[in-house]
């Protein structure tokens, strides 16, 4: 499938915002569509509305920086849009689809995972979401369900985005799920923008479609966002309620690969952490530092 296109996107954000929003006004004409016509917003971009629509129908080429910015504070597009914009605008308009290298997560993501032990819970992710390392408590705290030693396998490596959507253990654990499933969605759309030609990430955006309907939904709705911190708020099944806090950690030569670690937000949560940490410190020791790692 092909991931997105600039007229889609263009769409999209377009219906969302209302002549009211920027100051035109309509004067009680019948409009028949939700948000700006496309010679509205070429009028504000200062495009003609000849060059927009081909743009929106995908058939003007590329576009320059300057349009893409004047059309993007048009659509007042926040940072992440405008970067999935330019994204969008500045590929071939027929992406060929190639398969992809296996991910190798960078060696010093992995002496970071290495140096925060079993304090707090932490997982490498790729850049389609599969886990490429984790902490035993990281593991102990989202997927305990699952073989531990998995993300060492290409081939078997636990897919987030798979296990948000389709995977009933997964989704009963996140209290909060409806939001960060929103969220996944937007980051998955901006992972989509800046890797055009990745086939297996096409392929899992088009499995996650045809397989719930809930992603399909978000999916259309083309929101877009970066992720780099928020909550989670967990019913676990073996500690109870765990609410946190996530940040990501990026290194700047390895940016699709992000470190992703968890603090409590209150004490029932510490001591939450504490007890898996204390649960799993005895594998730790026993399998002698032998974490998987690729």
Known sequence: MELESLGAFLKTRRDRITPAAIGLHTYGATRRVPGLRREELAQLAGVSAGYYTRLEQDQAGTASEQVIDAIARVLRLDQAETVHLHNLAGRSSTPRLVAPEV????????????????????????????????????????????????????????????????????????????????????????????????????????????????????????????????????HHPTVGGVDVDYQVWLQPDSPDHRLEVYTPRDASSADALRLLATGVAPAEASASGAVSRR
């Open 103 to 234: 991910e190798q997560a960078n060696p010093r993501v992995l002496a970071l995972l290495d140096a925060l032990g079993e304090t707090m819970p932490a997982v490498v992710l790729g850049r389609r979401g599969d886990v490429l390392a984790w902490n035993r408590t990281g593991h102990a705290l989202f997927a305990e369900h699952l073989d531990f030693d998995a993300p060492a396998d290409p081939d078997r490596r636990p897919s987030i985005p798979r296990q948000f959507f389709l995977d009933p253990l997964t989704r009963d654990l996140h209290r909060n799920w409806a939001e960060l499933a929103r969220i996944h969605v937007a980051y998955l759309r901006l992972t989509a923008g800046r890797h055009s030609t990745d086939a297996r990430l096409a392929e899992l955006i088009g499995e996650l479609a045809m397989r719930s309907g809930e992603f399909a939904n978000l999916w259309a709705e083309g929101e877009v966002a970066d992720c780099t911190v928020g909550r989670m708020r967990l």
